[in-house]
């Protein structure tokens, strides 16, 4: 026999997948290339695909197998030629030379470890897998805690069985591959004590938008199988690779909690099995910020070392707390999007969700619930028709590539649902926790992922659109046009748009939509009552303080979308609601006054100083302070709205300073927006305060005209494009420019009439700041407007 059957990853590379198959040629290539940036992976060897094919001669089973093969093309059922090849590999005898090097190998291995009979892991990887233009994700079985060299021996056969598993046969098939033209290699590694701490997943860009410059992370208890498959929901850290190695900087920009119901652990007699977490496993976060950036780092290593985007598993041995890579491979889906063109998906409707999960991918579907329960059911299932389970295996792929649309009570990002739906385009919704429960065979739904990271159900067919946007003609220009934004879930969906950064990140749509507390009842929750108090507990749940949860949440959210425009600009304006919209906060009630009018009552700066929200205003602070000092997205502006007066302006600044956010410290710089007539009237001395303006047309034709915005009565005299409001937004620039301030402009206007686009031009604006949906329209109607005035960029 050839002396290839059994090879140690350290003599590998990736080369070698005609050899070993691409999951063992990445161990190889991690084990010998990436020792020295620190990248620590278990030691194992490889069982060849010449190992394979010996056993195969062998057992003179290539012609046997061929001959049930054809019995395909001849109209025989696929599980039943697939059964009929498995029982043929698995029936065979493996050659004594071959038993005798893994015998050997495996010696090895125990010697290393110190143990007679070491866990490893015992992993199928195929000479056709983890290509760049194939993923065949889960396709071959994978053997955990196998103890024995009796036992490693018979999962290396079973694993060459399951290169004909019914999934992997109709793969290969549909991906044009030739089934005895593709042989498999088998992966022997010693297993990390994951049992007893956690694994999980890292990708070296954002999974759903294709944004490059994050690492994500997706960490549960146990081993890291309950994360591929989709049987957990995970925690799910992201990272910011440009500062990840700025001094000082800890740049983990968001956060988010998974159910973690449940860990897959050792079994005492072999094998792996399922059990229930603790409730306080479930409140507690899988990984310290240490190691989520230590994970990141390597990430990035193994990115640059691979030259493409990278999909990489993890794990930690809960008995010495150290952290393994335990895989790497090219990531095949965002990697071989086309870049100068995005689809956009948009509900034409409004509706309420009947249940949400993570949004795998951007696109929206619709159609007819079909509830199965087993990939076995697959006749059962309707071309087009929404899938809705509890999780997905690579069994459940040929039922998944009839679906419009997939959903399922289980999994995260990188489950196995999560990633099969990328590679197919079908939009799915994963980790809703009911959907087997609420949603009903035969309803018909919509299944909208277009509206952020958080994925819809709606019951009905609702109106939605598609359009391809070309991002290779868009026009330079002077006036720098940018986005408004408020929902850090959206925050990657536009990284590819052109866009001059963020205008305007109302705060208070972070506050309401994903923190929901009113900040004075969490900086003091001991003047609630009691029936509040335990809302709010209930609420802050697994937060070392309320205020903690309160700044987290707002440091997540801003750190996102401020990560997804850096460099350039991100205007974060501090909290502007109402009273009235604060009382509805939870807790909020008993900390808001009653006004006859909180249009012109208690709102903006006023309330940032007075004793009644100095301590909420405090937390805003302590938000903005974690985004730019500890993430390091110094990017962020921060913006005053309805700032009366000059002197009112000097007390903010000092409060601000108080919470250690002062103006010119770190090049911060501070706005105020332009939306009451005496910003315009005093903008030189508003001018001596703050670093520029923002222009909010809204307010600012209110108060000019006296026209409640808000009045349907009243509604045909609203109009931005009034002389008056026209001359304030002149006189404004007249002064600021003056002073050497900028000025934009943030409000919808731009995105519905162009001619008011073209009017800010020609008055000289700085800025506008639109809807993501009307930014290359914008961009266009500026160009012209630019264009005729003569003022177009160079």
């Given at each position: 026999m050839n002396t290839t059957l059994v090879v140690p990853f350290d003599t590998l590379g990736r080369g070698d997948v005609a050899l070993v198959g691409g999951k063992n040629a990445s161990l190889g290539e991690l084990t010998r290339h990436l020792a020295h940036a620190g990248v620590p992976v278990p030691p194992g060897f490889a069982v060849t695909a010449d190992a394979y094919r010996a056993f195969l001669d062998a057992n003179d089973l290539p012609a046997r197998i061929a001959a049930e093969l054809r019995r395909l093309d001849d109209g025989s059922p696929l599980a039943e030629v697939g059964e009929r090849i498995r029982t043929l590999i698995r029936q065979g005898r493996m050659p004594g030379e071959l038993v005798a090097e893994i015998a050997a190998f495996y010696a090895g291995l125990a010697a290393d470890a110190g143990e007679d009979e070491p866990a490893v892991a015992v992993r199928s990887s195929a000479t056709a897998e983890d290509l760049p233009e194939a993923s065949f994700a889960g396709q071959q079985e994978s053997f955990l805690n196998v103890r024995g060299l009796d036992a490693?021996?018979?999962?290396?056969?079973?694993?060459?069985?399951?290169?004909?598993?019914?999934?992997?046969?109709?793969?290969?098939?549909?991906?044009?591959?030739?089934?005895?033209?593709?042989?498999?290699?088998?992966?022997?590694?010693?297993?990390?004590?994951?049992?007893?701490?956690?694994?999980?997943?890292?990708?070296?860009?954002?999974?759903?938008?294709?944004?490059?410059?994050?690492?994500?992370?997706?960490?549960?208890?146990?081993?890291?199988?309950?994360?591929?498959?989709?049987?957990?929901?995970?925690?799910?850290?992201?990272?910011?690779?440009?500062?990840?190695?700025?001094?000082?900087?800890?740049?983990?920009?968001?956060?988010?909690?998974?159910?973690?119901?449940?860990?897959?652990?050792?079994?005492?007699?072999?094998?792996?099995?399922?059990?229930?977490?603790?409730?306080?496993?479930?409140?507690?976060?899988?990984?310290t910020t240490d190691e989520i950036l230590r994970i990141a780092r390597w990430v990035v290593a193994i990115e640059h070392h691979y030259g493409t985007a990278v999909d990489v598993e993890w794990a930690k041995d809960g008995r010495t707390g150290e952290l393994f890579v335990v895989q790497a491979r090219p990531e095949t889906v965002q990697t071989r999007r086309h870049t100068t063109t995005m689809r956009t998906f948009r509900l034409r409707e409004e509706a309420e969700p009947v249940v949400s999960g993570l949004a795998v991918g951007d696109a929206i579907g619709a159609g007819v619930v079909c509830k199965l329960s087993s990939a076995a059911d697959i006749d059962a299932f309707p071309d087009g028709g929404v899938l809705v389970t509890g999780v997905t295996d690579p069994d459940w792929e040929p039922i998944m590539k009839k679906a419009a649309a997939i959903v399922t009570d289980h999994g995260g990002r990188t489950s196995h649902a999560a990633i099969v739906s990328r590679e197919l385009g079908v939009p799915a919704v994963v980790g809703t926790g009911s959907a087997t429960t609420v949603l009903a065979d035969g309803d018909g739904v919509t299944v909208s992922c277009a509206e952020g990271d958080r994925g819809h159900v709606y019951r009905g067919r609702l109106a939605y659109s598609a359009e391809d946007l070309d991002l290779t003609a868009i026009p330079a220009t002077r006036t720098r046009v940018m986005l408004n934004v408020a929902d850090p879930a959206a925050a990657f969906r536009w990284w590819r748009l052109p866009a001059a950064g963020v205008g305007l990140l109302r705060m208070e749509f972070l506050v309401a939509n994903h923190i929901k507390v009113h900040p004075m009842a969490l900086a003091h929750p001991e003047w609630l009552d009691s029936a509040t108090r335990q809302r709010v507990e209930r609420i802050t749940r697994g937060s070392a303080t309320p205020a903690d949860y309160f700044v987290d949440r707002l440091a997540d959210g801003i750190g996102r979308i401020a990560a997804a425009h850096w460099p350039e600009p991100v205007v974060v304006r501090m909290s502007d609601f109402k009273t009235n919209e604060y009382a509805t906060l939870v807790g909020g009630a008993g900390f808001e006054p009653s006004e006859e009018n909180p249009m012109l009552g208690w709102r903006g700066a006023s309330r940032y100083y007075a004793p009644g929200y100095r301590d909420g205003f405090a937390l805003e602070?302590?938000?903005?302070?974690?985004?730019?000092?500890?993430?390091?997205?110094?990017?962020?502006?921060?913006?005053?709205?309805?700032?009366?007066?000059?002197?009112?302006?000097?007390?903010?600044?000092?409060?601000?300073?108080?919470?250690?956010?002062?103006?010119?410290?770190?090049?911060?710089?501070?706005?105020?927006?332009?939306?009451?007539?005496?910003?315009?009237?005093?903008?030189?001395r508003f001018a001596e305060l703050f670093d520029g303006f923002s222009i909010g047309?809204?307010?600012?034709?209110?108060?000019?005209?006296?026209?409640?915005?808000?009045?349907?009565?009243?509604?045909?005299?609203?109009?931005?494009?009034?002389?008056?409001?026209?001359?304030?937004?002149?006189?404004?620039?007249?002064?600021?420019?003056?002073?050497?301030?900028?000025?934009?402009?943030?409000?919808?206007?731009?995105?519905?009439?162009?001619?008011?686009?073209?009017?800010?031009?020609?008055?000289?604006?700085?800025?506008?700041?639109?809807?993501?949906?009307?930014?290359?329209?914008?961009?266009?109607?500026?160009?012209?407007?630019?264009?005729?005035?003569?003022?177009?960029?160079?």
């Open positions: 490693v021996v018979a999962a290396c056969q079973r694993c060459f069985a399951s290169l004909f598993t019914d999934r992997a046969i109709n793969y290969r098939r549909d991906l044009g591959f030739g089934d005895l033209d593709v042989a498999l290699s088998v992966g022997v590694q010693v297993m990390a004590g994951a049992d007893r701490a956690g694994a999980g997943t890292a990708f070296s860009l954002d999974t759903e938008t294709g944004f490059p410059r994050v690492v994500l992370v997706n960490a549960a208890w146990g081993l890291g199988e309950s994360v591929v498959s989709g049987a957990v929901d995970p925690d799910e850290y992201v990272v910011f690779k440009p500062l990840l190695d700025q001094p000082g900087i800890r740049p983990v920009i968001s956060r988010a909690k998974g159910r973690k119901e449940q860990k897959v652990v050792y079994r005492a007699t072999g094998g792996t099995t399922a059990t229930a977490t603790s409730v306080e496993e479930r409140d507690a976060w899988v990984l602070c302590r938000a903005i302070r974690r985004v730019r000092d500890a993430m390091g997205l110094r990017n962020v502006i921060v913006m005053i709205p309805f700032c009366r007066t000059p002197d009112e302006g000097r007390q903010v600044l000092a409060t601000m300073a108080d919470e250690g956010l002062v103006r010119g410290e770190n090049g911060l710089k501070v706005y105020v927006m332009a939306e009451i007539p005496s910003n315009i009237i005093l903008a030189a047309s809204n307010d600012l034709t209110q108060l000019t005209l006296g026209v409640d915005r808000d009045s349907d009565l009243l509604a045909p005299l609203f109009d931005e494009r009034d002389p008056a409001v026209e001359w304030s937004i002149r006189r404004l620039l007249e002064l600021a420019h003056a002073a050497g301030a900028p000025v934009g402009l943030c409000g919808q206007r731009p995105s519905d009439d162009p001619d008011f686009a073209r009017t800010l031009v020609r008055a000289g604006i700085d800025s506008i700041s639109v809807t993501p949906d009307s930014l290359l329209a914008v961009i266009r109607h500026v160009a012209d407007a630019e264009r005729a005035a003569g003022t177009e960029a160079a």
